[in-house]
């Protein structure tokens, strides 16, 4: 039996790379790797080629050939947030080529379209462009990642592998949330795309559906330690929300003030809306994948949380973190009182932070 060939993009982001391994392991695919040209010589991209991966240099912010397409029967798209509306071409492209299935760039939470998140709605341009083409397709969304759903503990043993962020508790701390381990998503995507039940369709992953609440129990049950938690209420999460869009619509350049109103929108739509829910995926119209595939043996939260607690975690980013200069940040846009440490790459000392920023959100950080 033929294998299904496959092109992914954004094989070198922490989503991405879920996926490529996710295929890899099944003997099923034959994946090839889609980079730009200015990416072809990075450490990254070669190591997927000694890998035995072919890469294909795409530039998708040009009309793109559809013979380059042509020998896929699946796309899979793991583009970075700011790079979004590229996918237009990507999509024209593979309608063209008799591409089989489309798998855009989603793999987030469960959000209605239509104003509650900016990120959602940036996707949601891309999946009509989709169905006008009537391209076929699979959108698979994830909820939130354990990797970064568990909170700093007051010992600051976690704090090599923690992202970033505060112990606020959002409300009274009660809104169910869907997660999934990185890990599994490219496991996930394994058997969607080769599922005919799925193509057209929604789907959602998850391990665990769990509350603040529930986290915080697990993350002190498993560590023995006490977390102080900062009270969020709506009226103040509706406020931060405000302000950023305002810092945003003063300035649409703005990367940090895009990535804050994205950071706030995530909150207010997990936490107050309760939108990433079992419930409201299956309103929306997904499938369950765990009702697909009930053999499937997700990574849960609490085992997740115990990997990490005996020292085998693994920081998101990290090996882009670790090849940039260190910068520190304190980030009021992004929550109150939160300070943030990234590496953004070097520039000379008059550039500004939002342009560097920019070069990181359009480097390999994935949503």
């Known amino acids: 039996m033929s294998k299904i060939k496959v092109l992914l993009l954004g094989a070198t982001g922490e989503t991405g790379a879920s996926v490529l391994e996710g295929l890899a392991a099944d003997d099923t695919f034959h994946v090839s790797i889609a980079v730009r040209p200015s990416s072809t010589d990075k450490p990254a991209v070669r190591a997927l080629v000694a890998r035995g991966f072919p890469v294909i240099e795409v530039d998708l912010n040009t009309k793109l050939d559809p013979s380059l397409l042509k020998p896929f029967n699946t796309v899979i798209s793991c583009i970075g947030p700011e790079a979004q509306q590229s996918q237009l071409n990507l999509a024209t492209a593979a309608k063209a080529a008799g591409v089989k299935r489309f798998v ?186 765990r009702d697909l595939y009930p053999d499937f043996q997700p990574v849960s939260f609490v085992d997740y949380f115990k990997e990490i607690l005996q020292g085998n975690g693994k920081k998101p980013y990290a090996e882009f973190l670790s090849s940039h200069e260190l910068v520190h940040l304190s980030v009021a846009d992004l929550r109150p009182g939160l300070m943030v440490y990234i590496r953004i790459p070097a520039r000379p000392r008059k550039a500004s932070r939002e342009s560097c920023f920019a070069d990181w959100l359009q480097g390999p950080i994935k949503f």
């Open 104 to 289: 855009p760039c989603a793999f987030i939470t469960i959000c209605p379209p239509g104003g509650v998140m900016q990120l959602r709605d940036a996707k949601e341009e891309v999946y009509n462009h989709i169905f006008r083409l009537h391209l076929p397709y699979t959108i698979v969304d994830t909820g939130f990642w354990h990797q970064i759903s568990f909170p700093p503990l007051p010992s600051g043993r976690l704090d090599d592998i923690h992202f970033m962020g505060e112990n606020n508790l959002y409300g009274d701390g009660s809104a169910p949330n869907l997660l999934t381990d990185l890990r599994d998503i490219g496991r996930f995507v394994a058997r969607i795309i080769k599922d005919p039940r799925t193509l057209n369709k929604k789907v959602f992953t998850w391990s665990d559906e769990l509350s603040q609440n529930e986290i915080y129990a697990v993350a002190e049950n498993l560590s023995g330690e006490t977390i102080d938690k900062k009270p969020v209420s709506l009226e103040e999460m509706e406020s931060i929300v405000a302000k950023a869009k305002q810092d945003l619509d003063a300035d649409p350049t703005n990367i940090m003030a895009r990535m804050a109103l994205w950071t706030h929108e995530y909150n207010l739509s997990k936490y107050f809306r309760r939108d990433n829910t079992r419930k409201n995926a299956l309103y929306l119209g997904y499938l369950d994948a």
